[in-house]
């Protein structure tokens, strides 16, 4: 397939890099020479410099024979403008744009995205799934990242282990033996910064984070058996008045376990403008980086505080204080992945990377059939891909023993009809299934082809 994608940025660049590692005939777009160039020397993509929206700069990225355009540069206004060139003059036929404005986004307008209006067929905002992110890491506070797949019957979860953790230095195959019938499944351990999928003679030790796949309904059990403890966030605390923080307030007002939430923001008239959109939150004008100011928001009293401000050193201190201050759960939103490493020592929770949500999200959109969702961990490190098995991949029929999976490759749930499976090496693979597999970014292009993977075009 031949995909066009404008702005090469970081999720533009990793949006690029997926689907050019699918074979896919990949032209990047941006008018910033040197991202350009650092896209066509890291992937195998053709470069373009220039406006995006302009029809010409198109022409030469190849939109006469394209199927599909992605527009992810950081204005709306010339991602909007670059779908409608692509319908109007070169007939392209799937389009999709990032869109930040919370008015693009507003349902009452939704009319507008129309072919004969605005011929946008995917709009992906950047701050819905951020906030929508943000509720996930509140639902599971002990979580430092967290996803759900095979439709929502199975969550990911971000655990560190700590003193605390009854298991550690356990390896992981007596882990089955005592908990038999727990459906756990460790798939992904990062220690002393290398992440690595483990093998069954794998011991936990205190430190290591883990990625581990649970049925829903053994959620609390599974946190348990690694030390971490659920309790309910009664009051939240949110730095940032902004998109992402106006949303993650009302998604928490609009919950029928009445949360009560303060928001802090700097800026008087978002600051007001939040506090209009909102009924029953309390808004404070002030710097969440005052003392007296977090003082005054009660951060000694509240169970989490989540720093959403578009400053990623704002959002880090902030947690920091609001650590120092009693508040025993702190959430941060962080841009810049070269900051994640800081968190540990920092003694700060969790963290939320807009880019990564953005291009999960993104992926998928653009998947069809075989492939049904894509979630990258940390800095593109990793992937869970949720795919389906069809009767030409090379494992159908295969019990899981017998596949060749490459090292860094794990399967951390299965679904045969309405059953989710914990597998087993004697589990059979079935045309039809649903798989969520954990797999090293190097091994990614293996997956694909154990899977028949490609992306359809619909």
Same mark, same amino acid.
């Given at each position: ?371 049904? #969702? &894509?979630?990258? +961990?940390?800095?593109?490190? /990793?992937?869970?891909? *949720?795919? %389906?098995? $069809?009767?030409?991949?090379? =494992? ?36 039809? #299934? &649903?798989?969520? +597999?954990?797999?090293?970014? /190097?091994?990614?292009? *293996?997956? %694909?082809? $154990?899977?028949?993977?490609? =992306?359809?075009?619909?």
């Amino acid at each position: 397939m031949k995909v066009i994608i404008c702005g090469a940025g970081q999720v533009g660049w990793q949006i690029a890099r997926h689907l050019s590692g699918e074979k896919n005939d990949v032209t990047v777009v941006d008018n910033n020479p040197d991202l350009v160039r650092r896209a066509t020397d890291t992937l195998d993509v053709q470069g373009i410099s220039g406006f995006a929206s302009y029809p010409d700069v198109l022409d030469k990225a190849g939109a006469r024979d394209a199927d599909m355009i992605i527009a992810a540069t950081y204005s709306d206004e010339v991602n909007m403008v670059t779908c409608q060139v692509a319908h109007s003059v070169f007939a392209i036929p799937r389009k999709i744009a990032r869109l930040r404005s919370q008015s693009y986004l507003d349902a009452i307008y939704s009319d507008l995205y129309r072919r004969d209006h605005m011929p946008i067929d995917v709009v992906i905002s950047p701050e819905l799934e951020v906030a929508e992110a943000a509720i996930k890491r509140l639902a599971t506070p002990a979580a430092f990242d967290t996803e759900s797949f095979l439709g929502n019957k199975v969550q990911m979860l971000g655990l560190k282990l700590d003193e605390e953790c009854p298991v550690v230095n356990t390896a992981l195959r007596q882990l089955s033996d005592l908990f038999s019938t727990l459906s756990a499944v460790v798939v992904g351990v990062r220690r002393n910064g290398t992440l690595f999928a483990p093998e069954p003679t794998d011991q936990l030790f205190v430190g290591d984070e883990i990625y581990v796949f649970t049925a829903v309904e053994d959620i609390s059990r599974t946190m348990e058996v690694f030390g971490k403890t659920q309790k309910k966030q009664d009051r939240v605390l949110l730095v940032g008045g902004g998109n992402v923080g106006l949303m993650v307030a009302q998604r928490l007002e609009a919950r029928t376990d009445r949360i009560r939430v303060k928001v802090i923001e700097r800026n008087r008239k978002i600051a007001e403008q939040a506090a209009e959109a909102l009924e029953r939150t309390i808004v404070l004008h002030g710097d969440g980086l005052d003392s007296d100011m977090l003082a005054e928001a009660g951060v000694d009293r509240a169970d989490a505080v989540l720093a959403v401000t578009d400053d990623d050193k704002v959002n880090l201190l902030t947690a920091v204080r609001a650590k120092a201050r009693g508040c025993p759960l702190a959430i941060t939103l962080i841009n810049d992945p070269t900051l994640v490493p800081l968190m540990s020592p920092l003694g700060i929770d969790a963290y939320i990377n807009p880019r990564a949500t953005t291009v999960s999200s993104i992926l998928r959109h653009i998947r069809h059939g075989r492939v049904r #969702d &894509v979630y990258s +961990i940390g800095d593109a490190e /990793a992937e869970i891909i *949720e795919a %389906e098995v $069809l009767s030409t991949s090379p =494992i159908a029929g295969s019990q899981v023993r017998d596949v060749d999976f490459p090292e860094g490759v794990l399967i951390g749930a299965i679904r045969k009809g309405d059953k989710i499976l914990k597998p087993t090496g004697g589990t059979r693979i079935e045309e039809g #299934d &649903v798989i969520a +597999i954990f797999a090293l970014s /190097a091994d990614v292009p *293996e997956v %694909e082809r $154990l899977f028949q993977v490609s =992306i359809d075009f619909f």
